[in-house]
């Protein structure tokens, strides 16, 4: 069954940097694209990013361009997002989710991990 | 940038009752190359992740009850509980992956009466 665990959250201050990590398990990691999507509790999901099934197309939200980039460990099974520039307005829990189409098409998020809290606070 | 607006914001309906949220894109997010609605719905209870209910406006996700309906096209969008359980007590977004950036409605919460 696909399993999403997400790792690498904490507390940072602002400016500094923090990689979280999502192991991917259960299916075919090189022929789905991958999203990130965060949410602070209570409140809606935000989209973040997305990268395509093979890793060569990336897209953010305004809100992170620029700052965070996406990238896939195909050895490893393992996706990635690399924050830079922490606002504390990235503060919220980010989820790793697989995108339901394979090999590039299409599709809304179908299964997602737990979560890692990020916390941007002096 | 495409925003997606709900209402109600919040919505109580007595068990067995029917329940409708509704959804408005800023945009049209139907594909004319494919005709797809690139529209999805997701059930949210505390302390879980977004939980797929719909795609493709009216597709419903393996496993989901059949009470659970997704309707429109273009820009308005209708997701409709037909007989409420309380096992659906929940926040419910909608979606649309048409175009980047991706974007997801303010949410509705659904309460029983």
């Known amino acids: 069954q696909v399993q999403l665990v997400e790792s690498g959250g904490g507390v940072v201050q602002p400016g500094r940097s923090l990689r979280l990590s999502c192991e991917a398990s259960?299916?075919?990691?090189?022929?789905?694209?991958m999203h990130w999507v965060r949410q602070v509790p209570g409140k809606g999901p935000e989209w973040v990013a997305v990268?395509?099934?093979?890793?060569?197309?990336?897209y953010y939200s305004d809100s992170v361009k620029g700052r965070f980039t996406v990238s896939k460990d195909f050895a490893k099974n393992m996706l990635y997002l690399e924050m830079n520039s922490l606002r504390p307005e990235d503060t919220a829990v980010y989820h790793c989710a697989k995108v339901q189409g394979a090999v590039g098409a299409p599709g809304p998020a179908d299964y997602w991990g737990q979560g890692t809290s990020v916390t941007v606070s002096s | 940038d495409i925003v997606m607006t709900q209402s109600p914001d919040s919505l109580a309906v007595s068990l067995g009752e029917r329940a409708t949220i509704n959804c408005k894109s800023s945009q049209n997010i139907l594909y004319s190359s494919d005709n797809k609605n690139y529209l999805a719905w997701y059930q949210q209870k505390p302390g879980e992740p977004p939980n797929l209910l719909i795609y493709w406006a009216s597709t419903r996700e393996s496993g989901v009850p059949d009470r659970f309906t997704g309707s429109g096209s273009g820009t308005d969008f209708t997701l409709t509980i037909s007989s409420l359980q309380a096992e659906d007590v929940a926040v419910y977004y909608c979606h649309q992956y048409y175009s980047s950036p991706y974007s997801f409605g303010q949410g509705t919460k659904l309460e029983l009466k």
């Open positions: 259960g299916f075919t990691f090189s022929r789905y694209g």
């Open positions: 990268i395509s099934h093979h890793g060569r197309d990336k």
